[in-house]
């Protein structure tokens, strides 16, 4: 394992640690303040706004100046947001630090998304291992996002088990929040240790010589021309899924808490157990992704998700709704590395970031979308209604996916399953003779 690959491994964990334990604050501490679905999605769309701002800028500039820059400024800003969460209680400024430390991403379950840094993180890590190691390192990068969503979440068992006795303590939240402002710090002081090879930048030197050369002017940033094919699919399957993940994700804490008035410290314990739960499955995203393929792997977890989306919804209590949730959770563990992997393995090796971060664009830009419209039917329509849709959303993205990829597999999958057939042929071939 390379230096590089060990501070990704050991920054995945403090990141998710922190997003997690924010994942469960954030949102019961806003309604705490009095705000209601629609003003909640409104603040988690202007959070995927700045998010895909960043996360684009970041991806686009990192194949030119390198990633370690990135790895150390964007976590800063995270740690900074939550250390606004323990000095003011005014909503219009904890709306900007949330949009600024991206609070509002996901799910304390998992907490899978570190922000908006992730395709820079998802380049150098690419690049610090042999292609047929690649789904193996995305596994255990999940992995480590399910230690660290487990010990944030560990962490909210801590807070008293009623709601009301939170709100008239607010020295439970901050010291919650100097504890997620803890995570990032720690992870942007570690990137500072990370070596690159500064390939991409010898590589964009040389272009940029060529370009001269040629008398030509092309700006600076450009769309990437070889992988065009790949951004262009993606554009349609991300946001199609974005629009779904927009409309539960960063709700699901909201969702227990009014429908089921689950306290924080109950919160905690549930995803305490999904954590533990999908620790296993993380790892076993590359062998099942070996022995079926990763395109059918990804779209048959994906439509599993979705399915289960219906009845945890129409779940009559919280324990039953929360096993429902648990069982989803370890489904999405297993295609979460395998769509990252297969992105950056599809990708031309000089467009990487570039290409993870567009293409996330129509996906951050739905997920924008989907809160203010989930928050609005969840003060006048129904509490399970978005999450219904989002459902049918997801099956349609799987399908999709489906479509465009099952026939275009990544190169070393093809190798694998070369060998393979040359090995059973040669047996064959032994048998008989």
Same mark, same amino acid.
């Given at each position: 394992m390379s230096r590089n690959l060990k501070i990704i491994y050991i920054s995945r964990i403090t990141m998710s640690a922190s997003r997690a334990l924010a994942a469960v604050l954030v949102p019961i501490y806003f309604a705490l303040?009095?705000? %209601?679905?629609? *003003?909640?999605?409104?603040?988690?769309?202007?959070? =995927?706004?700045?998010?895909? #701002? +960043?996360?684009?800028?970041?991806?686009?500039?990192?194949?030119? +100046? /390198?990633?370690?820059?990135?790895?150390?400024?964007?976590?800063?800003?995270a740690s900074i947001a939550a250390v606004a969460f323990i000095l003011t209680t005014n909503i219009y400024l904890l709306a900007l630090f949330s949009m600024l430390g991206s609070f509002g991403r996901g799910a304390g379950?998992? =907490? &899978?998304?570190?922000?908006?840094?992730?395709?820079v993180e998802s380049a150098l890590a690419v690049e610090s291992v042999e292609s047929s190691k690649r789904n193996q390192v995305f596994g255990r990068l999940a992995f480590a996002s399910s230690i660290g969503a487990l010990i944030g979440s560990a962490i909210a068992i801590t807070f008293p088990t009623q709601n009301h006795l939170v709100l008239h303590s607010l020295g439970m939240f901050k010291i919650g929040?100097?504890?997620?402002?803890? /995570?990032?710090?720690?992870?942007?002081?570690?990137?500072?240790? +990370? %070596?690159?090879?500064h390939q991409t930048n010898k590589q964009a030197s040389t272009e940029t010589a060529r370009r001269s050369l040629n008398g030509s002017n092309k700006p600076k940033f450009q769309l990437p021309k070889n992988s065009m094919w790949l951004l262009k699919r993606l554009f349609i399957t991300n946001g199609i899924n974005g629009l779904a993940v927009?409309?539960?994700?960063?709700?699901?804490?909201?969702?227990?808490?009014?429908?089921?008035?689950?306290?924080?410290?109950?919160? &905690?314990?549930?995803?305490? #157990?999904v954590n533990i739960a999908t620790l296993p499955s993380t790892?076993?995203?590359a062998? +099942?992704?070996?022995?079926?393929?990763?395109? %059918?792997?990804?779209?048959?977890?994906?439509? $599993?998700? =979705? #399915?289960?989306?219906?009845?945890?919804?129409?779940?009559?209590?919280?324990? $039953?709704?929360?096993g429902i949730y648990l069982v989803r959770m370890v489904f999405q563990r297993i295609g979460m590395p395998l769509r990252q992997s297969y992105v950056v393995a599809m990708a031309d090796k000089d467009e990487r970031a570039t290409v993870t971060a567009l293409s996330n664009i129509p996906s951050q830009t739905a997920n924008a979308i989907g809160p203010a419209f989930a928050g609005y039917l969840f003060d006048n329509v129904s509490l399970d209604l978005p999450f219904m849709l989002a459902a049918i959303f997801q099956l349609l993205n799987s399908g999709l996916?489906?479509?465009?990829?099952?026939?275009?597999?990544? *190169?070393?999958?093809?190798?694998?399953?070369?060998?393979?057939?040359?090995?059973?042929?040669?047996? %064959?071939?032994s048998r008989q003779d």
């Open positions: 303040l009095g705000l %209601k679905g629609t *003003q909640l999605g409104l603040i988690f769309f202007g959070v =995927a706004i700045v998010s895909t #701002l +960043i996360s684009t800028l970041s991806g686009m500039t990192s194949d030119r +100046i /390198g990633r370690k820059p990135f790895l150390i400024f964007i976590p800063l800003l379950a998992g =907490a &899978g998304q570190i922000g908006p840094y992730q395709p929040f100097l504890t997620t402002a803890i /995570g990032p710090l720690f992870s942007s002081t570690l990137a500072v240790f +990370i %070596k690159e090879t927009g409309m539960f994700g960063p709700f699901v804490t909201y969702w227990l808490y009014v429908k089921f008035g689950a306290s924080v410290s109950s919160i &905690g314990v549930l995803y305490t #157990l790892l076993s995203a062998p +099942i992704a070996k022995k079926l393929g990763l395109v %059918k792997t990804v779209t048959l977890v994906r439509t $599993i998700q =979705a #399915l289960l989306l219906i009845p945890m919804v129409l779940a009559p209590t919280y324990a $039953i709704a929360g996916y489906w479509i465009f990829f099952h026939k275009i597999p990544p *190169q070393d999958e093809i190798d694998y399953n070369v060998k393979l057939d040359k090995t059973s042929t040669e047996n %064959k071939n």
